[in-house]
């Protein structure tokens, strides 16, 4: 009904810069709240960022590892949320997952979802 589909992962050396993107599709009213987590290998997944619907502000917050380093941001025409990565670091390495709120009309009942992507790798080796 509501798919989440993450683009962007590949190689990228330490200090280099990558940009992921979620675009949303289906049927689905509205996308609420947009979030990037990650999951590196023998580790547990963990948020990275989120950002509100723009209708709440589209503010955002950033766990502290991506602080002053990633930038999450989103395009609601597109529906389509992006993570931009610069000063990579080895750590960084993980499988990026997409997660939102997609609000969904079923008859004359709205609905809260929360959806999830497939991942997308990131890896940060020379």
């Known amino acids: 009904q509501v798919q989440l589909v993450e683009s962007g992962g590949g190689l990228v050396q330490p200090g280099g810069s990558l940009r992921l993107s979620c675009a949303a599709s289906g049927n689905f009213f509205s996308i609420d709240a947009m979030r990037w987590y990650r999951q590196a290998p023998g580790r547990q997944r963990e948020l990275v960022a989120a950002?509100?619907?723009?209708?709440?502000?589209?503010?955002?917050k950033y766990a502290d590892s991506a602080k002053g380093r990633f930038t999450i941001s989103r395009d609601n025409a597109k529906n389509t949320m992006y993570l931009q990565m610069n000063s990579l670091k080895p750590e960084d390495t993980a499988v990026y997952y997409c997660?939102?709120?997609?609000?969904?009309?079923?008859?004359?009942?709205?609905?809260?979802?929360?959806?999830w992507g497939q991942g997308t790798l990131v890896t940060v080796s020379s």
């Open positions: 997660n939102a709120g997609a609000i969904v009309v079923v008859a004359t009942t709205s609905r809260y979802l929360e959806v």
């Open positions: 950002i509100t619907s723009i209708t709440s502000g589209g503010s955002t």
